[in-house]
């Protein structure tokens, strides 16, 4: 398993970056483009990340992320074992297990 991401939307970014650098003790960066925006920041085996809020799925609170290699067959896995997809995608999606708690995919890089 690759390392998790926890991602905390925010309606006041400088707020938010401030109160995570503060309470992790570490800098959150700004994401390279292709990694979507916000900020990150990894240590202790996780990956914490935050951006600012939108009107998405992913933005209405935290989410952990999972990464996988294959989003298209992760995706039927989740319907198959009773969780449903909010958003799909072919970078990241958005799903609700099979108890309605919300958690997002990640497709791993090469």
Known sequence: ???PLIEFPADDAERALRFWNGV???ELAPRPP???SGWV???DGMRV?????????GDTASLPYFGVTDIAATLERVTDLGG??????????????????PFALELLSD
């Open 1 to 3: 398993m690759t390392t």
């Open 24 to 26: 992790l003790g570490t």
């Open 34 to 36: 292709e990694a979507g």
């Open 41 to 43: 920041a990894e240590q």
């Open 49 to 57: 990340g935050v951006h600012e809020r939108g009107r998405g799925p």
């Open 84 to 101: 449903s997809v909010v958003h799909p995608g072919e970078r990241w999606a958005i799903c609700r297990d099979s108890e309605g708690t």
